[in-house]
């Protein structure tokens, strides 16, 4: 299941979250069961969050979704913060590239972080997709199969 991982992350979490100012939820629509080493997941929504705490907006919201949908487990990460802009979303995954070098330097980062958490999801048979706005914030959908056996979905 996956809920549990996102309990121990915000836990984690939330303190840093709490200094800026940022309001983070957390969200369990559906929980589901999914093959993958734990500290894979981990890292997955580790990093997940600990960027849309770090590239939010001073008073902004991070919201961590669960849900299934048909046979699969779907992972939301959802921030308010500064955007990424459309000529940097496909070489986010890339090892070392940074969307805003300065901005980097000053709050930390290699430019591994993303190019990891894409490199997990795969070879945990997952996918991992990015939309955002310049501006008015980021989400990250991770889409893993379910492993749910016997279970209906629910309406």
């Known amino acids: 299941f996956i809920a549990p991982t996102i309990d121990r992350v915000h836990r984690m979490l939330k303190g840093i979250a709490e200094e800026n100012q940022i309001t983070f939820e957390t969200a369990v ?3 589901c069961s999914i093959l993958i080493i734990e500290d894979d997941l981990y890292q997955i929504i580790f990093n997940l969050v600990e960027n849309g705490i770090k ?3 001073w008073g902004g919201s991070l919201t961590v979704l669960i849900r299934r949908q048909e046979d699969n487990a779907i992972l939301e990460v959802s921030d308010t913060g500064v955007g990424i802009p459309e000529d940097a979303l ?4 890339e090892r070392f590239f ?5 901005r980097s330097r000053k709050s930390g980062g290699s430019g591994l972080g993303l190019a990891i958490v894409k490199n997990l999801v795969e070879r ?3 996918t991992i997709q990015v939309t955002s706005q310049s501006g008015q914030g980021t989400t990250f959908t991770v889409v ?3 492993f749910d056996i ?3 979905d629910t309406p």
Do not use: L, T, W
């Open 55 to 57: 590239y939010n907006s």
């Open 144 to 146: 893993f199969p379910s």
């Open 90 to 93: 496909s070489h986010i995954f």
């Open 98 to 102: 940074r969307v805003d070098k300065a």
């Open 29 to 31: 629509i559906q929980d």
């Open 124 to 126: 945990n048979q997952g």
């Open 150 to 152: 016997g279970e209906e």
